[in-house]
């Protein structure tokens, strides 16, 4: 590094003061999405990463702190502390000298009026980890909590889901996910797009039916044909919901398709790019719902974009079937953990119950509305088995008239499906999804 980019670069005290903040805001049960926009432009960057390098640590890291002080200091210097004891005892992620984790540490909280006469305290602490930090680190090593860096009732959870497979899940949750794109082929062709990248330099494969997977991540604007439409950011396994909602059938205007519960629109965008089919986008959030539209837009697509609770259809629905529906519902978002480190921390084990009750409202509220021998395809970003598997298998308890058909079932984060289907993804893998497609029988 030169010296001009070097003077130019972000003050890691900086970074890292932010960093405790995000860190405190997950702790008070702050959304990371939410904290990282007040994040000063220039640091943001460097602040997600520290910030999701913590969150990957934090288990370990709070049980270290733990055995470090006594009585809790306040919220921010917690979090710090966790921020620094992230950074010295893990091999992954952002690398910097122990002492200059440990100085910029204490310049952070001396940057701040309110905190500056702890910095002395939270010197000690660091130095003390240093000293100590084998046998520190050996006295948590049998908390499952400091070994998984995830809460003990998501471990118990997995553990009752999948005993021989729930060690690796906890594992690809701490492990960042590649970046996945979905190619608009009505804009471009795969193989085209595949062959842009090559002339830009920039190393990537194939994935699915209409993914490319980069070799590394780039940031959006400098993604070839972005801005045109010819791409947008989407997982692997959130891009099957489009093929199995649509395969074995020409869809042609005037066939009806319900996308519920669409914000951002991803999947709604993927409907239209492979169909002609006339698409409803729903969304009970209006912040969101625009979020479908702006996304639809630069797409050079078109849906009719509904602000409305799915599970209320009296207060929109036309009263004509739809051919398909697509039921992404609200989940605890447990598959997508490598993508978003806070979810963890943020979620409670009585929320599981809570998104079954509404997941199950939804389906009994959308499966009328579906014509006989139309198509549903129930999907979550969840790895829980009480938001997937359990959830359809009561479903079909109750309705005669629905026909399970083949799919992937539960999708594990990094890895192929639970069933053992669904191997052709790149190093790096998709996210932890579930999927079942039900068809209604026939009058």
């Known amino acids: 590094m030169n010296e001009s980019s070097r003077s130019s670069a972000p003050a890691l005290a900086d970074q890292l003061l932010h960093t405790?903040?995000?860190?405190?805001?997950?702790?008070?049960?702050?959304?990371?999405?939410?904290?990282?926009?007040?994040?000063?432009?220039?640091?943001?960057p460097g602040v997600q990463a520290l910030t999701f390098h913590t969150l990957r640590h934090l288990g370990l890291a709070r049980a270290?702190?733990?055995r470090l002080v006594q009585r809790g200091p306040e919220p921010l210097v917690h979090a710090l502390l966790c921020t620094a004891i992230a950074l010295l005892s893990a091999d992954d992620g952002p690398r910097y000298a122990e002492h200059t984790v440990v100085d910029q540490a204490v310049a952070a909280l001396r940057r701040q009026r309110r905190t500056e006469r702890q910095a002395g305290f939270l010197n000690a602490c660091l130095r003390r980890f240093l000293r100590e930090r084998a046998t520190l680190l050996a006295a948590v090593r049998d908390d499952p909590v400091a070994r998984f860096n995830h809460p003990l009732w998501w471990i118990e959870r997995l553990r009752r889901d999948y005993p021989g497979q729930w060690e690796a899940i906890l594992a690809a949750d701490n492990a960042a996910g590649p970046m996945t794109l979905r190619v608009n082929r009505r804009r471009v062709s795969r193989d085209e797009y595949l062959e842009t990248l090559a002339r830009a330099g920039v190393a990537a494969s194939a994935v699915g039916e209409d993914g490319v997977v980069l070799a590394k991540a780039l940031p959006v604007g400098e993604l070839p044909g972005f801005a045109q439409g010819q791409v947008s950011v989407q997982d692997a396994a959130a891009q099957l919901a489009a093929q199995l909602l649509l395969e074995g059938r020409e869809w042609r205007p005037g066939d009806r398709v319900l996308d519920a519960c669409a914000a951002p629109g991803g999947k709604t965008a993927h409907l239209l790019e492979r169909s002609d089919a006339d698409v409803i986008a729903l969304d009970v959030d209006a912040q969101r719902a625009r979020r479908i539209t702006d996304t639809l837009q630069r797409l050079g697509l078109q849906a009719k974009v509904l602000v409305a609770d799915a599970a209320n259809?009296?207060?929109?629905?036309?009263?004509?079937?739809?051919?398909?529906?697509?039921?992404?519902?609200?989940?605890?978002?447990?598959?997508?953990?490598r993508?978003?480190?806070?979810?963890?921390w943020l979620r409670r084990d009585s929320d599981i119950a809570a998104l079954v009750s509404i997941q199950k409202a939804l389906l009994e509220a959308l499966w009328p509305l579906l014509k006989p021998g139309g198509r549903l395809v129930y999907a979550t970003c969840s790895v829980f088995k009480a938001e997937g598997e359990d959830q359809v298998q009561a479903f079909l308890s109750r309705h005669t008239d629905a026909r399970r058909q083949p799919g992937p079932g539960h999708l594990l984060p990094g890895r192929a499906s639970a069933e053992g289907d669904f191997n052709d993804n790149a190093p790096g893998g998709h996210d932890g999804f579930y999927y079942a497609r039900i068809d209604k029988a026939p009058l």
């Open 313 to 337: 259809p009296g207060g929109w629905w036309d009263g004509k079937p739809f051919d398909a529906i697509l039921l992404d519902a609200p989940c605890s978002a447990a598959g997508i953990v």
């Open 20 to 44: 405790a903040r995000c860190v405190a805001a997950v702790a008070r049960g702050q959304s990371l999405s939410d904290a990282l926009p007040a994040v000063p432009d220039a640091l943001r």
């Open 64 to 66: 270290v702190a733990t």
């Open 339 to 344: 993508r978003h480190p806070d979810v963890r």
